[in-house]
Protein backbone atom coordinates (compact mmCIF):
# COMPACT_ATOMS: atom_id res chain seq x y z
CA UNK A 1 0.00 0.00 0.00
CA UNK A 2 2.76 2.49 0.84
CA UNK A 3 4.80 1.57 -2.24
CA UNK A 4 1.34 2.58 -4.30
CA UNK A 5 1.44 5.53 -2.60
CA UNK A 6 4.92 6.43 -3.58
CA UNK A 7 4.20 5.47 -7.54
CA UNK A 8 1.33 7.74 -7.81
CA UNK A 9 3.32 10.79 -6.06
CA UNK A 10 5.91 10.07 -8.80
CA UNK A 11 3.17 9.77 -11.69
CA UNK A 12 2.31 13.08 -10.29
CA UNK A 13 5.24 15.19 -9.92
CA UNK A 14 5.81 14.53 -13.56
CA UNK A 15 2.81 15.39 -15.06
CA UNK A 16 3.09 19.20 -13.15
CA UNK A 17 6.48 19.46 -14.66
CA UNK A 18 5.98 18.52 -18.38
CA UNK A 19 2.46 21.36 -17.83
CA UNK A 20 5.10 23.64 -16.25
CA UNK A 21 7.52 23.02 -19.26
CA UNK A 22 5.04 23.75 -21.85
CA UNK A 23 3.73 26.57 -20.45
CA UNK A 24 7.03 28.06 -19.90
CA UNK A 25 7.32 27.86 -23.90
CA UNK A 26 4.37 29.63 -25.39
CA UNK A 27 2.92 28.94 -28.72
CA UNK A 28 3.68 32.45 -30.94
CA UNK A 29 4.66 33.75 -34.12
CA UNK A 30 9.05 34.90 -33.19
CA UNK A 31 9.06 36.31 -36.92
CA UNK A 32 6.85 37.85 -40.13
CA UNK A 33 7.39 39.55 -42.87
CA UNK A 34 6.76 41.86 -44.48
CA UNK A 35 6.70 43.77 -40.97
CA UNK A 36 4.73 46.99 -39.77
CA UNK A 37 4.82 50.71 -41.84
CA UNK A 38 5.07 51.59 -45.08
CA UNK A 39 6.33 48.96 -48.33
CA UNK A 40 6.53 50.61 -51.45
CA UNK A 41 6.49 47.77 -53.56
CA UNK A 42 3.47 45.93 -52.86
CA UNK A 43 4.32 42.86 -55.78
CA UNK A 44 7.41 41.80 -54.13
CA UNK A 45 5.45 41.83 -50.43
CA UNK A 46 5.61 38.24 -48.49
CA UNK A 47 3.57 37.21 -45.64
CA UNK A 48 5.08 34.85 -43.86
CA UNK A 49 5.16 33.38 -40.27
CA UNK A 50 7.59 31.35 -38.21
CA UNK A 51 6.00 29.71 -35.20
CA UNK A 52 7.69 28.63 -32.15
CA UNK A 53 6.01 25.31 -31.82
CA UNK A 54 4.67 22.99 -34.78
CA UNK A 55 1.44 24.48 -35.90
CA UNK A 56 -1.21 22.91 -36.16
CA UNK A 57 -1.62 24.08 -39.46
CA UNK A 58 -5.55 23.56 -39.98
CA UNK A 59 -6.23 25.39 -37.04
CA UNK A 60 -3.88 28.42 -38.09
CA UNK A 61 -5.07 28.95 -41.32
CA UNK A 62 -8.72 28.70 -39.97
CA UNK A 63 -8.02 31.65 -37.51
CA UNK A 64 -5.71 33.58 -39.97
CA UNK A 65 -7.81 36.88 -41.79
CA UNK A 66 -5.55 39.41 -43.81
CA UNK A 67 -8.04 42.15 -44.97
CA UNK A 68 -7.24 45.07 -47.17
CA UNK A 69 -8.75 48.64 -45.86
CA UNK A 70 -11.32 46.07 -44.21
CA UNK A 71 -12.05 43.68 -47.14
CA UNK A 72 -11.04 40.52 -46.42
CA UNK A 73 -8.05 39.31 -48.93
CA UNK A 74 -8.58 35.74 -50.36
CA UNK A 75 -5.46 33.48 -50.93
CA UNK A 76 -3.52 30.07 -49.86
CA UNK A 77 -1.07 28.85 -47.90
CA UNK A 78 1.92 27.25 -47.71
CA UNK A 79 3.91 25.20 -45.36
CA UNK A 80 7.74 24.40 -44.39
CA UNK A 81 8.34 23.13 -41.52
CA UNK A 82 6.86 25.39 -38.68
CA UNK A 83 6.79 28.23 -41.16
CA UNK A 84 3.44 29.36 -43.04
CA UNK A 85 3.29 31.78 -46.08
CA UNK A 86 0.23 33.53 -47.45
CA UNK A 87 -0.45 33.85 -50.97
CA UNK A 88 -3.14 36.00 -52.11
CA UNK A 89 -5.00 34.96 -55.16
CA UNK A 90 -4.92 39.11 -56.59
CA UNK A 91 -1.51 40.46 -55.86
CA UNK A 92 -1.02 43.75 -52.88
CA UNK A 93 -2.34 46.98 -54.26
CA UNK A 94 -0.86 50.40 -54.28
CA UNK A 95 -2.35 53.42 -51.61
CA UNK A 96 -3.80 50.46 -48.91
CA UNK A 97 -3.99 49.54 -45.87
CA UNK A 98 -3.64 46.00 -44.34
CA UNK A 99 -4.50 44.07 -41.36
CA UNK A 100 -3.63 40.76 -40.13
CA UNK A 101 -4.67 38.96 -37.35
CA UNK A 102 -4.06 34.93 -36.04
CA UNK A 103 -6.91 34.59 -33.47
CA UNK A 104 -5.68 32.62 -30.15
CA UNK A 105 -7.53 30.03 -31.37
CA UNK A 106 -4.88 28.85 -33.57
CA UNK A 107 -3.06 25.82 -31.50
CA UNK A 108 -0.08 23.91 -32.29
CA UNK A 109 -0.04 20.01 -32.84
CA UNK A 110 0.26 19.70 -28.58
CA UNK A 111 -3.19 21.67 -28.49
CA UNK A 112 -1.34 24.40 -26.89
CA UNK A 113 -3.33 27.57 -28.04
CA UNK A 114 -1.78 31.05 -28.52
CA UNK A 115 -2.02 33.24 -25.41
CA UNK A 116 -2.19 36.60 -27.17
CA UNK A 117 -3.40 36.99 -30.62
CA UNK A 118 -1.46 38.25 -33.46
CA UNK A 119 -2.50 41.53 -34.88
CA UNK A 120 -0.32 43.50 -37.19
CA UNK A 121 -0.42 46.81 -39.51
CA UNK A 122 1.30 47.72 -42.97
CA UNK A 123 0.66 50.10 -45.63
CA UNK A 124 1.15 50.32 -48.97
CA UNK A 125 0.29 54.10 -48.93
CA UNK A 126 3.25 56.29 -50.06
CA UNK A 127 2.24 59.37 -47.66
CA UNK A 128 -0.24 59.20 -44.07
CA UNK A 129 -0.98 63.32 -44.60
CA UNK A 130 -4.73 63.25 -44.49
CA UNK A 131 -6.59 65.37 -46.22
CA UNK A 132 -8.07 68.90 -44.59
CA UNK A 133 -10.76 71.29 -45.53
CA UNK A 134 -9.16 74.64 -46.02
CA UNK A 135 -11.65 77.02 -46.99
CA UNK A 136 -15.92 77.12 -48.11
CA UNK A 137 -17.90 78.98 -49.94
CA UNK A 138 -20.32 79.98 -49.23
CA UNK A 139 -18.94 80.29 -45.79
CA UNK A 140 -20.85 79.65 -42.45
CA UNK A 141 -24.46 81.15 -42.43
CA UNK A 142 -23.73 83.49 -45.32
CA UNK A 143 -26.71 84.94 -47.38
CA UNK A 144 -26.11 84.28 -50.86
CA UNK A 145 -28.01 86.79 -53.69
CA UNK A 146 -27.58 84.64 -56.49
CA UNK A 147 -29.81 81.42 -56.82
CA UNK A 148 -26.92 79.86 -59.60
CA UNK A 149 -24.12 80.06 -56.80
CA UNK A 150 -21.76 77.43 -57.14
CA UNK A 151 -19.96 75.59 -54.15
CA UNK A 152 -16.40 75.84 -53.47
CA UNK A 153 -14.82 73.95 -51.68
CA UNK A 154 -10.73 74.17 -50.92
CA UNK A 155 -9.13 71.01 -49.56
CA UNK A 156 -5.43 70.38 -48.29
CA UNK A 157 -4.75 67.74 -51.02
CA UNK A 158 -6.51 66.56 -54.70
CA UNK A 159 -9.63 64.57 -54.12
CA UNK A 160 -11.07 62.41 -56.74
CA UNK A 161 -14.28 63.39 -58.15
CA UNK A 162 -15.94 59.87 -56.71
CA UNK A 163 -15.36 61.02 -53.71
CA UNK A 164 -16.97 64.71 -53.96
CA UNK A 165 -20.18 62.62 -55.55
CA UNK A 166 -20.16 59.68 -52.94
CA UNK A 167 -19.24 61.89 -49.49
CA UNK A 168 -20.72 65.39 -50.15
CA UNK A 169 -24.41 66.00 -50.07
CA UNK A 170 -26.94 69.11 -49.28
CA UNK A 171 -29.78 69.34 -47.14
CA UNK A 172 -32.27 70.23 -49.34
CA UNK A 173 -31.07 67.75 -51.51
CA UNK A 174 -29.85 69.51 -54.59
CA UNK A 175 -28.40 68.04 -58.17
CA UNK A 176 -25.38 68.93 -60.04
CA UNK A 177 -22.50 68.40 -61.39
CA UNK A 178 -18.68 68.54 -59.57
CA UNK A 179 -15.85 69.48 -61.54
CA UNK A 180 -12.29 69.55 -60.72
CA UNK A 181 -9.45 73.14 -60.45
CA UNK A 182 -5.78 73.53 -59.16
CA UNK A 183 -5.00 70.18 -59.83
CA UNK A 184 -8.04 68.52 -57.78
CA UNK A 185 -7.38 70.67 -54.76
CA UNK A 186 -10.56 72.84 -55.45
CA UNK A 187 -13.55 71.24 -56.04
CA UNK A 188 -16.72 73.33 -57.55
CA UNK A 189 -20.50 72.40 -57.45
CA UNK A 190 -22.87 73.58 -60.26
CA UNK A 191 -26.27 73.14 -59.50
CA UNK A 192 -28.69 71.89 -61.82
CA UNK A 193 -30.91 74.01 -61.17
CA UNK A 194 -31.71 77.31 -58.89
CA UNK A 195 -30.87 77.11 -55.58
CA UNK A 196 -35.01 77.96 -53.48
CA UNK A 197 -35.25 81.89 -52.95
CA UNK A 198 -35.33 82.76 -49.20
CA UNK A 199 -33.96 78.89 -47.75
CA UNK A 200 -31.45 77.70 -45.68
CA UNK A 201 -28.94 74.81 -47.30
CA UNK A 202 -26.60 72.44 -44.95
CA UNK A 203 -23.28 71.35 -47.20
CA UNK A 204 -22.16 67.82 -45.54
CA UNK A 205 -19.19 66.43 -45.75
CA UNK A 206 -18.44 62.77 -44.42
CA UNK A 207 -15.80 61.50 -42.73
CA UNK A 208 -15.38 58.78 -45.40
CA UNK A 209 -14.45 61.51 -48.15
CA UNK A 210 -10.75 60.35 -49.24
CA UNK A 211 -7.73 61.93 -51.37
CA UNK A 212 -5.78 60.15 -54.56
CA UNK A 213 -4.26 58.31 -51.54
CA UNK A 214 -7.20 56.73 -50.14
CA UNK A 215 -6.49 58.42 -46.48
CA UNK A 216 -10.13 60.01 -45.20
CA UNK A 217 -10.61 63.40 -43.91
CA UNK A 218 -9.93 64.24 -40.49
CA UNK A 219 -13.12 65.03 -39.51
CA UNK A 220 -16.39 65.38 -41.16
CA UNK A 221 -17.93 68.63 -41.96
CA UNK A 222 -20.89 70.78 -42.37
CA UNK A 223 -21.88 74.43 -42.76
CA UNK A 224 -25.07 75.98 -43.40
CA UNK A 225 -25.97 79.23 -46.11
CA UNK A 226 -29.19 80.66 -46.71
CA UNK A 227 -30.13 82.26 -50.06
CA UNK A 228 -31.36 85.52 -50.16
CA UNK A 229 -34.81 86.93 -49.80
CA UNK A 230 -34.58 89.49 -53.22
CA UNK A 231 -38.25 90.10 -54.16
CA UNK A 232 -37.94 93.11 -56.33
CA UNK A 233 -39.78 92.21 -59.68
CA UNK A 234 -37.51 93.12 -62.72
CA UNK A 235 -39.17 95.24 -65.12
CA UNK A 236 -38.08 96.18 -69.11
CA UNK A 237 -37.67 100.02 -68.45
CA UNK A 238 -36.73 100.60 -72.39
CA UNK A 239 -36.31 99.57 -75.85
CA UNK A 240 -34.69 101.71 -78.55
CA UNK A 241 -33.25 100.98 -81.49
CA UNK A 242 -29.43 101.61 -82.51
CA UNK A 243 -28.89 103.58 -85.87
CA UNK A 244 -25.69 102.73 -87.67
CA UNK A 245 -24.10 106.20 -86.14
CA UNK A 246 -24.42 104.28 -82.61
CA UNK A 247 -27.20 106.87 -82.10
CA UNK A 248 -30.07 105.78 -79.57
CA UNK A 249 -33.73 106.39 -80.43
CA UNK A 250 -36.50 105.26 -77.96
CA UNK A 251 -39.80 103.32 -78.65
CA UNK A 252 -43.11 104.24 -77.71
CA UNK A 253 -44.88 101.27 -76.51
CA UNK A 254 -47.89 100.33 -77.74
CA UNK A 255 -50.35 100.43 -75.06
CA UNK A 256 -54.08 99.57 -77.12
CA UNK A 257 -56.65 101.59 -78.01
CA UNK A 258 -60.12 101.88 -76.39
CA UNK A 259 -61.90 103.33 -79.10
CA UNK A 260 -62.12 103.41 -83.24
CA UNK A 261 -60.60 106.67 -83.45
CA UNK A 262 -57.21 106.03 -81.31
CA UNK A 263 -54.66 103.96 -83.28
CA UNK A 264 -51.62 101.96 -82.61
CA UNK A 265 -48.77 103.83 -81.55
CA UNK A 266 -46.12 103.12 -84.47
CA UNK A 267 -42.02 103.78 -84.49
CA UNK A 268 -41.49 104.83 -88.10
CA UNK A 269 -37.84 105.94 -89.43
CA UNK A 270 -36.27 102.29 -89.03
CA UNK A 271 -33.45 101.58 -91.16
CA UNK A 272 -31.92 98.40 -92.97
CA UNK A 273 -29.17 98.60 -90.28
CA UNK A 274 -30.42 99.41 -87.19
CA UNK A 275 -30.53 96.87 -84.31
CA UNK A 276 -32.68 97.36 -81.16
CA UNK A 277 -31.61 97.40 -77.45
CA UNK A 278 -33.31 96.13 -74.11
CA UNK A 279 -32.83 97.73 -70.95
CA UNK A 280 -34.45 95.85 -67.61
CA UNK A 281 -34.27 97.32 -64.41
CA UNK A 282 -31.99 94.74 -62.92
CA UNK A 283 -29.52 91.78 -64.34
CA UNK A 284 -32.33 89.02 -65.74
CA UNK A 285 -31.67 85.77 -67.53
CA UNK A 286 -30.23 86.44 -71.31
CA UNK A 287 -31.66 82.50 -72.00
CA UNK A 288 -35.21 84.10 -71.43
CA UNK A 289 -34.66 87.31 -72.59
CA UNK A 290 -33.56 85.93 -76.21
CA UNK A 291 -36.77 83.17 -75.98
CA UNK A 292 -39.28 85.60 -74.66
CA UNK A 293 -38.45 87.77 -77.68
CA UNK A 294 -40.64 87.93 -80.91
CA UNK A 295 -40.87 89.80 -84.14
CA UNK A 296 -43.99 89.41 -85.58
CA UNK A 297 -44.25 89.81 -89.33
CA UNK A 298 -40.34 90.41 -89.61
CA UNK A 299 -37.26 88.76 -89.82
CA UNK A 300 -35.17 86.64 -87.93
CA UNK A 301 -33.18 88.40 -85.58
CA UNK A 302 -29.97 87.38 -83.52
CA UNK A 303 -28.93 88.12 -80.02
CA UNK A 304 -25.43 90.18 -79.66
CA UNK A 305 -25.18 90.57 -76.35
CA UNK A 306 -23.21 86.98 -74.52
CA UNK A 307 -25.34 84.95 -71.98
CA UNK A 308 -25.64 85.77 -68.45
CA UNK A 309 -27.40 87.79 -66.49
CA UNK A 310 -27.55 91.09 -67.58
CA UNK A 311 -29.47 94.29 -67.77
CA UNK A 312 -28.76 95.10 -71.33
CA UNK A 313 -29.52 92.91 -74.52
CA UNK A 314 -28.45 93.89 -78.04
CA UNK A 315 -30.07 92.39 -80.77
CA UNK A 316 -30.15 92.56 -85.16
CA UNK A 317 -31.74 91.26 -88.01
CA UNK A 318 -30.17 88.48 -89.94
CA UNK A 319 -31.87 90.00 -93.27
CA UNK A 320 -32.77 93.45 -94.10
CA UNK A 321 -36.69 94.04 -93.12
CA UNK A 322 -38.53 95.06 -96.34
CA UNK A 323 -39.03 98.84 -97.45
CA UNK A 324 -42.17 100.20 -95.66
CA UNK A 325 -43.10 97.16 -94.07
CA UNK A 326 -45.00 97.07 -90.42
CA UNK A 327 -43.22 94.31 -88.07
CA UNK A 328 -44.12 93.89 -84.07
CA UNK A 329 -41.36 93.39 -81.49
CA UNK A 330 -43.10 90.99 -78.77
CA UNK A 331 -41.31 91.06 -74.88
CA UNK A 332 -43.12 88.46 -73.10
CA UNK A 333 -43.60 88.45 -69.31
CA UNK A 334 -41.77 85.96 -67.38
CA UNK A 335 -38.19 86.69 -67.61
CA UNK A 336 -36.45 85.62 -64.51
CA UNK A 337 -33.61 87.69 -62.48
CA UNK A 338 -30.98 86.03 -60.46
CA UNK A 339 -33.51 85.57 -57.27
CA UNK A 340 -35.98 83.88 -59.54
CA UNK A 341 -38.08 86.69 -59.42
CA UNK A 342 -39.88 87.43 -63.37
CA UNK A 343 -41.39 90.37 -65.50
CA UNK A 344 -44.62 90.62 -64.97
CA UNK A 345 -46.26 92.51 -67.96
CA UNK A 346 -45.51 91.85 -71.74
CA UNK A 347 -44.59 94.69 -73.65
CA UNK A 348 -45.30 95.51 -77.48
CA UNK A 349 -43.58 98.06 -80.04
CA UNK A 350 -44.90 98.31 -83.43
CA UNK A 351 -42.22 99.47 -86.50
CA UNK A 352 -42.49 101.01 -89.31
CA UNK A 353 -39.56 100.05 -91.52
CA UNK A 354 -39.78 103.30 -93.80
CA UNK A 355 -36.48 104.99 -93.33
CA UNK A 356 -35.10 107.62 -95.37
CA UNK A 357 -31.93 105.80 -95.98
CA UNK A 358 -33.08 102.59 -96.80
CA UNK A 359 -35.55 103.15 -99.94
CA UNK A 360 -34.87 101.20 -102.69
CA UNK A 361 -34.41 102.56 -105.85
CA UNK A 362 -37.65 103.69 -107.64
CA UNK A 363 -38.01 103.98 -111.49
CA UNK A 364 -40.23 107.54 -112.14
CA UNK A 365 -39.84 107.52 -116.12
CA UNK A 366 -38.09 107.27 -118.85
CA UNK A 367 -36.96 109.92 -121.90
CA UNK A 368 -35.89 109.35 -125.31
CA UNK A 369 -35.03 111.35 -128.60
CA UNK A 370 -37.23 111.48 -131.43
CA UNK A 371 -34.26 113.18 -133.48
CA UNK A 372 -31.33 112.05 -132.10
CA UNK A 373 -29.30 113.16 -135.07
CA UNK A 374 -30.25 116.98 -134.52
CA UNK A 375 -28.02 118.13 -132.29
CA UNK A 376 -29.92 121.57 -131.32
CA UNK A 377 -33.12 119.76 -130.67
CA UNK A 378 -33.52 116.31 -129.94
CA UNK A 379 -37.34 116.55 -128.99
CA UNK A 380 -37.14 114.18 -126.12
CA UNK A 381 -40.31 112.99 -125.04
CA UNK A 382 -40.93 111.80 -121.45
CA UNK A 383 -43.05 108.77 -119.82
CA UNK A 384 -43.67 108.14 -116.24
CA UNK A 385 -44.68 105.06 -114.91
CA UNK A 386 -48.07 105.41 -114.93
CA UNK A 387 -48.08 105.88 -118.76
CA UNK A 388 -49.56 102.94 -119.60
CA UNK A 389 -50.01 102.63 -123.33
CA UNK A 390 -49.17 106.19 -124.63
CA UNK A 391 -48.28 106.36 -128.04
CA UNK A 392 -44.58 107.32 -128.28
CA UNK A 393 -44.07 108.98 -131.94
CA UNK A 394 -41.25 107.24 -133.56
CA UNK A 395 -41.48 107.71 -137.00
CA UNK A 396 -39.50 106.63 -140.06
CA UNK A 397 -38.23 110.16 -140.64
CA UNK A 398 -36.14 110.29 -137.85
CA UNK A 399 -35.35 106.25 -137.62
CA UNK A 400 -36.12 104.67 -140.93
CA UNK A 401 -37.48 101.49 -140.78
CA UNK A 402 -34.71 98.47 -141.16
CA UNK A 403 -31.74 101.23 -140.42
CA UNK A 404 -29.87 101.28 -136.94
CA UNK A 405 -29.77 104.37 -135.73
CA UNK A 406 -27.45 105.12 -132.56
CA UNK A 407 -29.54 106.75 -130.21
CA UNK A 408 -29.86 106.64 -125.99
CA UNK A 409 -32.49 106.17 -123.24
CA UNK A 410 -32.60 108.11 -120.06
CA UNK A 411 -34.10 106.50 -116.50
CA UNK A 412 -35.19 108.69 -113.46
CA UNK A 413 -35.02 107.05 -110.42
CA UNK A 414 -36.45 108.15 -106.92
CA UNK A 415 -33.72 106.85 -104.69
CA UNK A 416 -32.65 107.03 -100.82
CA UNK A 417 -30.34 109.92 -99.16
CA UNK A 418 -27.22 109.91 -100.26
CA UNK A 419 -26.90 107.05 -102.92
CA UNK A 420 -26.23 106.19 -106.07
CA UNK A 421 -27.57 103.77 -108.74
CA UNK A 422 -25.82 100.36 -109.40
CA UNK A 423 -25.02 100.86 -112.74
CA UNK A 424 -23.87 96.69 -113.11
CA UNK A 425 -27.28 95.96 -110.68
CA UNK A 426 -29.31 98.41 -113.76
CA UNK A 427 -27.55 96.92 -116.94
CA UNK A 428 -27.89 93.21 -115.84
CA UNK A 429 -31.70 94.08 -115.19
CA UNK A 430 -33.29 96.34 -117.92
CA UNK A 431 -34.76 95.37 -120.97
CA UNK A 432 -36.69 96.60 -123.98
CA UNK A 433 -38.82 93.57 -125.21
CA UNK A 434 -41.92 94.04 -127.96
CA UNK A 435 -44.64 92.47 -129.49
CA UNK A 436 -44.31 92.15 -133.54
CA UNK A 437 -40.71 93.01 -133.49
CA UNK A 438 -41.94 96.63 -133.45
CA UNK A 439 -37.72 97.82 -132.65
CA UNK A 440 -35.07 96.26 -131.93
CA UNK A 441 -32.24 97.96 -128.79
CA UNK A 442 -29.05 97.29 -128.20
CA UNK A 443 -27.32 99.06 -125.19
CA UNK A 444 -23.56 99.84 -125.55
CA UNK A 445 -22.89 102.15 -123.04
CA UNK A 446 -24.44 103.58 -119.51
CA UNK A 447 -23.56 107.03 -118.24
CA UNK A 448 -24.59 108.54 -115.23
CA UNK A 449 -22.89 112.02 -115.76
CA UNK A 450 -22.32 113.95 -118.82
CA UNK A 451 -25.43 113.35 -120.39
CA UNK A 452 -25.97 113.56 -124.34
CA UNK A 453 -28.93 116.10 -123.46
CA UNK A 454 -27.93 118.52 -121.41
CA UNK A 455 -31.06 119.40 -119.14
CA UNK A 456 -33.04 116.93 -117.59
CA UNK A 457 -36.81 116.68 -117.79
CA UNK A 458 -38.50 119.18 -116.08
CA UNK A 459 -39.69 118.65 -112.87
CA UNK A 460 -37.39 115.89 -112.11
CA UNK A 461 -34.34 117.88 -111.53
CA UNK A 462 -34.49 115.88 -108.05
CA UNK A 463 -34.35 112.71 -109.49
CA UNK A 464 -31.12 110.52 -110.39
CA UNK A 465 -30.65 111.08 -113.85
CA UNK A 466 -28.77 107.33 -115.86
CA UNK A 467 -28.76 107.60 -119.43
CA UNK A 468 -28.35 104.34 -121.65
CA UNK A 469 -26.94 104.80 -125.13
CA UNK A 470 -27.36 102.07 -127.84
CA UNK A 471 -28.49 101.11 -131.29
CA UNK A 472 -32.10 101.18 -132.13
CA UNK A 473 -33.07 99.83 -135.45
CA UNK A 474 -36.87 100.72 -136.29
CA UNK A 475 -39.39 98.45 -138.51
CA UNK A 476 -42.76 99.00 -140.04
CA UNK A 477 -44.48 97.43 -137.19
CA UNK A 478 -47.22 98.54 -135.14
CA UNK A 479 -47.19 97.30 -131.57
CA UNK A 480 -46.68 97.46 -127.89
CA UNK A 481 -42.69 98.58 -126.91
CA UNK A 482 -41.81 97.28 -122.74
CA UNK A 483 -39.02 99.53 -121.32
CA UNK A 484 -38.34 97.10 -118.20
CA UNK A 485 -36.48 96.91 -115.28
CA UNK A 486 -36.38 93.16 -113.66
CA UNK A 487 -37.02 93.02 -109.22
CA UNK A 488 -33.37 93.35 -107.96
CA UNK A 489 -32.23 96.96 -108.35
CA UNK A 490 -29.78 97.98 -106.16
CA UNK A 491 -28.25 101.15 -105.49
CA UNK A 492 -24.90 101.55 -103.98
CA UNK A 493 -25.56 101.18 -100.11
CA UNK A 494 -27.34 98.07 -100.57
CA UNK A 495 -31.39 99.02 -101.07
CA UNK A 496 -32.46 96.31 -103.32
CA UNK A 497 -36.34 96.89 -104.69
CA UNK A 498 -37.86 93.94 -104.73
CA UNK A 499 -40.43 94.48 -107.11
CA UNK A 500 -40.06 95.09 -111.32
CA UNK A 501 -40.65 98.47 -113.07
CA UNK A 502 -42.16 98.39 -116.82
CA UNK A 503 -43.13 101.64 -119.42
CA UNK A 504 -45.50 99.87 -121.72
CA UNK A 505 -46.34 102.19 -124.67
CA UNK A 506 -47.88 101.70 -128.16
CA UNK A 507 -46.55 102.19 -131.43
Known sequence: ?????????LMLFLLLSACDILRSSLFKVVSWTP???????????????????????????????????????RGFFKWEKNKMTFVPLVPLKKNADYTINISTDARDTNGLSMETAFYHVFTTRPCTTRPDLISCFPSMHEEISD???????EFSLPIPLKSLYDNISFVPSMTGLWRQ?????????????????NNRYEIRISSSLTDNNGMNIRNGFSSVFITGADHEI???????????????IQLMPDRGFSCVSELPVENSGWEKDDRFLLVFSKPVDSLLVRNYTNIENGPNFVMETLPGFKTEFIFRFENTPVYESRFTLRIRNGIRDESGNETKDESIFRIFADGEFSKPPELAGIRIPMAPKNHTDSEPVFF?????????????ENYPSGETVNTWIELYFITAEETLIDVFSLMELFRVETSNNVIYFSPKQIKTSDFTFVEPQ??????????????????????????????????????????????????
Open 384 to 396: TIDSLYETIPITD
Open 1 to 9: MKKNIVVLC
Open 35 to 73: GDGYHSDPGNIIISFDFSHTPHKSSVERNFTLNEDGNRV
Open 458 to 507: SGWEDFQRVEIIGDLRNSTNFGIINFQIAAGLRDNAGNRNENSFNVSLKK
Open 234 to 248: PALLSASRITKAGIS
Open 181 to 197: EDEGKTAVFQPSDMWLQ
Open 147 to 153: LKSQIIL
